[in-house]
């Protein structure tokens, strides 16, 4: 296999002060991934992204030092959490367009970004979400209750809200300002649920394109534990009976239609 070079800042730089050019941030939650996290930055399509920011819930291990050394921007956030991390990244992004995120496991294959940013680079959708299940994962990639939990959990995104979706993968992205526009309040499991749900009843342009997926190096924090995946399941189904009994207000300050495009019924 091919490695790539690290990450050459020079060149971020002079890409940075183009600014013809869609500036797109990616954001990696990181938890214990010393192993994981250089590969992963390794695989991203260099000549796409602008930044890499990296960010870390107080690994134990040498997860910083080795993001650092693979040339991403590493952050230390101090709220423990998913979402907390997801958040922090896009607050610390450097004037983007496009905010990309993936998992720092190498789960994802990172070089599958530019399908991933292809209809927001096209001006067709505000959030992509990569499917994994869509992609043909293996049944080995992601446990049966993780898959069993996913179908679940996009079942009642349409049910409930009218949102289309496969899955609730890591790997997405979406266009900067419509994403800060969501409001996204959950800082842990459920981050990404609400971002699909919020999408949704916002009534943002929201397309899925398949994406690969493989077993993750090192040990699972949330799927692969008992305890992660009973928080993650009732944070996921908590999240969106939340938004389906609370829809959020419109910008106009009217209650948006959450049954996406059926009349909203009290
Ligand atoms: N910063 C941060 N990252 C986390 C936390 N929990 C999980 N992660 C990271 O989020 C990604 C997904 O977690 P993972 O353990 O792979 O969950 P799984 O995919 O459900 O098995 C990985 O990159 C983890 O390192 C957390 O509390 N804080
Ligand atoms: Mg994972």
Not at 26 to 37: Q, S, T, Y
Not at 200 to 222: A, H
Request: net charge positive; with cysteine; charged share 25%.
């Amino acid at each position: 296999m091919t490695r790539r070079k690290t990450w050459d800042h020079s060149r971020l730089s002079k890409e940075a002060a183009d600014s013809r050019r869609p500036r797109i941030s990616v954001v990696i939650p990181v938890l214990n991934e010393e192993d994981a996290i250089p590969k992963v930055i390794a695989d991203l399509p260099e000549h796409l992204v602008s930044e890499i920011v990296v960010v870390d819930n107080g690994s134990s291990d040498g997860t910083a030092g080795a993001a650092r050394r693979a040339g991403a921007r590493v952050v230390q956030e101090p709220a423990r959490g998913y979402g907390a991390a997801c958040y922090r990244g896009l607050r610390e992004a450097t004037d983007p367009d496009v905010v990309v995120f993936l998992d720092g496991d190498y789960s994802d294959y990172p070089d599958d970004l530019p399908q991933v940013v292809a209809p927001i680079l096209k001006g067709e959708s505000d959030l992509v979400i990569g499917s994994r299940l869509a992609g043909g994962v293996r049944q080995s990639a992601i446990p049966t209750h993780a898959r069993l939990g996913t179908r679940l959990a996009v079942l009642l995104l349409r049910v409930l809200l009218g949102g289309r979706y496969t899955d609730l993968g890591p790997f997405r992205a979406a266009r900067y300002d419509a994403l800060v526009g969501l409001d996204i309040r959950d800082r842990g499991y459920g981050w990404t649920t609400e971002m699909q749900a919020l999408a949704t009843v916002r009534g943002l342009r929201v397309s899925e394109v398949p994406v690969r997926y493989r077993k993750r190096i090192g040990r699972s924090k949330i799927s692969g534990t008992v305890l992660g995946t009973i928080g993650a399941g009732y944070k996921i189904l908590t999240t969106i009976l939340r938004v389906y009994l609370w829809p959020p207000p419109a910008r106009n300050g009217r209650p948006v239609d959450s049954t996406g495009g059926r009349k909203w019924r009290r």
